[in-house]
């Protein structure tokens, strides 16, 4: 009995350590993508560091053309002219970076993939940094200068409106990061249809409801003012139903399939 008990105890040894080393190897590939991200995230900050005032000027540029002649922006910290351009050209790293990074997360996840879920995440990944870069877009071209329109013509005529450029900063990447997540809208309706979590009439009825969600989150991710409100919510709404347009689309082609 003893024999046997032992010669159990080494098969489960071996047993364990088979099922461990497959997960050693994934471990390490994941460290080893992980630190490709992040030398290409250096490389391209690194790269970039030498142009951070004009890329902090790009960015400042929809504020000071609605400034009165002669007003300019303001540093109320000591260290806020050098670390808000760091930060900033170190968030535009990441930003240019975000292909390659989804590019090594999906070479880590694609080999425990189906061929059908391949050939949909690759146009689903694609689409979706499109979306986001558009966002972003979005917001500095269209956003920016009706919104900083409407905050430097409404206060009170003697009060001049020199911004700090830290907390410039920190409102303008509020509103990218808003605005990029908001355009992902019709991926993830897309995804709800697609998996048969939600079908297209159940999404349609709830309308209503998801329109009157789009200005909930307007109003929490934006400036407490109806018109940023309303630039952000329309937008996601009308994305809503670009998904719905798709998701009815490949409802549409899994039915034919089917049949």
Sequence with gaps: MSDDASHNNQ??????????APLIEHLIELRSRLMRSVVVILVIFLGLYAFANDIYTFVAQPLMDMLPEGSQMIATEVASPFLAPFKLT???????????VLHQAWAFIAPGLYDNEKSL???ILASSVALFYAGAAFAYYVVFPLLFQFFTQTGPENV????DINSYLNFVLKLFFAFGVA????????????SGAAS??????????????????????????????????VPMYLLYEVGLLFGRLAQ???REKEE
Excluded: W
Aim: with cysteine.
């Design 121 to 123: 995440a690759i146009p």
């Design 252 to 254: 549409r082609k899994k």
């Design 200 to 233: 297209v009439e159940s999404l349609s009825k709830k309308r209503p409801y998801i329109f009157l969600g789009c200005f909930v989150i307007g109003m929490l991710l934006t400036p407490p003012d109806i018109i940023s409100q309303s630039l952000l919510a």
């Design 160 to 163: 001049t409106v020199m911004t």
């Design 11 to 20: 098969r489960n040894d071996q047993h364990d350590e088979a099922s461990q």
């Design 90 to 100: 170190l968030v535009v790293a990441v930003f240019i970076a975000v292909p390659f």
């Design 183 to 194: 355009f992902e809208i019709p991926i993830a309706t897309f995804l709800l249809i697609y």
